[in-house]
């Protein structure tokens, strides 16, 4: 399914068929919780997710993403609330425990400019 960022920060949009993300969680955490890849901790499953066929002789940070691979293009973390009455007209933060690295963050059809502290 493709959609614009407008679209999937808007109420309404239906995620239907999307993984399911308890959050914090990374990308990869929610789908290993959610079956669609075997934990990576064990064994060898680590060599099995998409990317991980990578040479031991070269350091793996520094290798090329492989093409095709489900982790080259952006994720998204979607969810809705309502924000209590008596809230809404004070400045209100939200915490996002589930950056590790980098995030566009859209709110109602809008991607904000955000600061990191």
Same mark, same amino acid.
Request: some cysteine.
């Given at each position: 399914? +493709?959609?614009?960022?407008?679209?999937?920060?808007?109420?309404?949009?239906?995620?239907?068929? #999307? $993984?399911?993300?308890?959050?914090?969680?990374?990308?990869?955490?929610? =789908?290993?919780?959610? +079956?669609?890849?075997?934990?990576? *901790?064990?064994?060898?499953?680590?060599?099995?997710?998409?990317?991980? *066929?990578?040479?031991? +002789?070269? =350091?793996?940070?520094?290798?090329?993403?492989?093409?095709?691979?489900?982790?080259?293009?952006?994720?998204?973390?979607?969810?809705?609330?309502?924000?209590?009455?008596?809230? =809404?007209?004070?400045?209100? #933060?939200?915490?996002? =425990?589930?950056?590790?690295?980098?995030?566009?963050? #859209?709110?109602?059809? $809008? +991607? #904000?400019?955000?600061?990191?502290?």
């Amino acid at each position: 399914m +493709k959609a614009a960022g407008e679209q999937i920060s808007s109420v309404g949009f239906d995620a239907q068929g #999307w $993984h399911k993300a308890e959050i914090p969680a990374t990308v990869v955490g929610a =789908l290993v919780t959610d +079956k669609t890849y075997p934990d990576p *901790n064990f064994g060898t499953n680590l060599k099995s997710l998409p990317g991980m *066929n990578y040479s031991d +002789k070269n =350091l793996f940070a520094n290798q090329d993403m492989p093409e095709g691979s489900p982790f080259r293009c952006s994720w998204w973390y979607r969810t809705e609330f309502t924000p209590p009455a008596r809230q =809404l007209k004070k400045t209100e #933060w939200l915490n996002f =425990l589930g950056i590790n690295y980098r995030a566009n963050i #859209w709110v109602n059809g $809008h +991607k #904000w400019r955000m600061r990191l502290t």
